[in-house]
């Protein structure tokens, strides 16, 4: 387990369509992160899980999107009746609990374009 | 070497120059600060990180500065070269839930 792998890495889709990403996270860190990311902006916190416990969510995650992390191993964004303001890059982050530095670690994203 | 006072979207530097970015953070009780550097398709990447008991931590050819006074982060790179050229984020991490708030960007451009 070499890093945060979250797939897939691009995704086009029509407005309207549903959409989901899968964010598989280092195998010993208990807590995982959702973040979106616009261009030129810095990524912005949608919301956390610790080990299978959804524990925090923005208030930029609409009711259109939702979070899961079944098993307290891989997480899934799901993106439903999609938007073109919802074009973005989607990060994931994953971190023993407690850390915030060297130990937190990003995935390579997965950026959604809404056509 | 270049530096800036105030923030800047975009710097541009000489290679074997010094860098300084800045960042200003909003919240005076945030008690821990990361810098990242995020390249072109990549997710943001660890550089260096600072306590707020700390003014100043060195790394290898990196600095960070923070003023609590002014709630201010500085990045200083030494030597500038070509694969420092990236976007710079300072972040602060709220304690209880580890979740990261991202400052501004810098886009650092190194000219050989």
């Known amino acids: 387990d070499t890093g945060v792998s979250q797939d897939p890495r691009h995704k086009i889709t029509k407005r309207g369509q549903n959409v989901t990403f899968r964010c598989d996270p280092i195998?010993?860190?208990?807590?995982l992160y959702w973040y979106r990311q616009t261009l030129g902006q810095g990524p912005e916190f949608l919301t956390y899980?610790?080990?299978?416990?959804?524990?925090?969510k923005s208030r930029l995650l609409s009711n259109r999107f939702s979070a899961e992390r079944p098993k307290g191993s891989f997480s899934t964004l799901e993106i439903q009746r999609t938007e073109q303001g919802d074009s973005a890059m989607y990060l994931c982050?994953?971190?023993?609990?407690?850390?915030?530095?060297?130990?937190?670690?990003f995935g390579s994203g997965t950026r959604l374009t809404v056509v | 070497g270049e530096s800036v006072g105030l923030h800047l979207p975009t710097l541009s530097v000489q290679e074997g120059d010094n860098s300084i970015i800045n960042c200003a953070y909003s919240?005076?009780?945030?008690?821990?600060f990361i810098w990242y550097k995020q390249e072109s398709g990549k997710g943001p990447q660890f550089i260096i990180d600072?306590?707020?008991?700390?003014d100043k931590r060195q790394g290898q050819r990196v600095t960070v500065l923070l003023n609590k006074t002014v709630k201010h982060l500085s990045l200083q790179i030494a030597a500038t070269q070509p694969g420092d050229s990236a976007v710079y984020f300072c972040?602060?991490?709220?304690?209880?839930?580890?979740?990261?708030?991202f400052g501004q960007g810098t886009t650092l451009q190194v000219k050989p």
């Open positions: 982050a994953s971190s023993p609990r407690g850390q915030g530095g060297y130990g937190y670690t």
């Open positions: 195998s010993e860190h208990n807590r």
């Open positions: 899980f610790q080990n299978e416990a959804q524990l925090e």
């Open positions: 919240n005076s009780a945030s008690d821990y």
């Open positions: 600072i306590r707020s008991n700390m």
């Open positions: 972040a602060e991490r709220d304690d209880n839930t580890g979740k990261l708030i």
